[in-house]
């Protein structure tokens, strides 16, 4: 077939050319430490990527878990207005007396269930009476002096305000006491 014999006069392939000389052990040392100081570069170059990676999925995480969490935000808010009609719907039937009485019962047990439902879709209520007052979670509408409630504090509560996991929905608008004027 086309087999050729070698020729002992034939260089080895892995052989020097001739009139070459084999490196000296002090090259051959620093290619190794070059070899060795690009296989450390590449080790932590492939750390800080899995590291980021970690990161990028954390953070993918928390995201996705904050979009689930307040997906229904508006819709929520949305029914706000309907909490509102209800509770005040609930203080006119109870002014008129037994005439209204089994529409406020009505009204009260519908009034619990929707208040079940959003405290179970992470809904809260703020209902400031008497605390002192916060503008990170109420809507100062006015002042008015108080000998009976201390200054900043609030003094009643116009309409509550709700929250959605911490986050304020909408605030709760009161009336701030402040000190009454020296005579």
């Given at each position: 077939?086309?087999?050729?014999?070698?020729?002992?006069?034939?260089?080895?392939?892995?052989?020097?050319?001739?009139?070459?000389?084999?490196?000296t052990p002090e090259a051959l040392q620093a290619r190794?430490?070059?070899?060795?100081?690009?296989?450390?570069?590449?080790?932590?170059?492939?750390?800080?990527?899995?590291?980021?990676?970690?990161?990028?999925?954390?953070?993918?995480?928390?995201?996705?878990?904050?979009?689930?969490?307040?997906?229904?935000?508006?819709l929520i808010g949305d029914l706000l207005a309907v909490?509102?009609?209800?509770?005040?719907?609930?203080?006119?039937?109870?002014?008129?007396?037994?005439?209204?009485?089994?529409?406020?019962?009505?009204?009260?047990?519908?009034?619990?269930?929707?208040?079940?439902?959003?405290?179970?879709?992470g809904v809260r209520q703020v209902d400031p009476s008497?605390?002192?007052?916060?503008?990170?979670?109420?809507?100062?509408?006015?002042?008015?002096?108080?000998?009976?409630?201390?200054?900043?504090?609030?003094?009643?509560?116009?309409?509550?305000?709700?929250?959605?996991?911490?986050?304020?929905?909408?605030?709760?608008?009161?009336?701030?006491?402040?000190?009454?004027?020296?005579?």
């Amino acid at each position: 077939m086309n087999d050729i014999p070698e020729t002992p006069d034939a260089p080895a392939p892995d052989a020097a050319p001739e009139g070459s000389q084999s490196p000296t052990p002090e090259a051959l040392q620093a290619r190794i430490e070059t070899l060795e100081n690009e296989a450390q570069t590449a080790r932590e170059a492939q750390l800080r990527a899995m590291a980021e990676l970690e990161n990028t999925r954390r953070r993918l995480e928390r995201d996705a878990q904050n979009t689930l969490k307040f997906a229904n935000e508006k819709l929520i808010g949305d029914l706000l207005a309907v909490c509102d009609s209800l509770e005040l719907g609930l203080k006119a039937a109870a002014e008129a007396g037994e005439s209204g009485k089994a529409l406020a019962d009505g009204m009260q047990l519908t009034w619990r269930q929707l208040m079940s439902v959003l405290e179970k879709h992470g809904v809260r209520q703020v209902d400031p009476s008497g605390q002192p007052f916060n503008p990170d979670f109420h809507q100062a509408m006015t002042m008015v002096e108080s000998a009976d409630v201390a200054p900043n504090h609030v003094l009643s509560v116009m309409q509550k305000g709700y929250t959605l996991h911490e986050r304020l929905l909408r605030p709760a608008m009161v009336v701030v006491a402040k000190a009454p004027a020296a005579s």
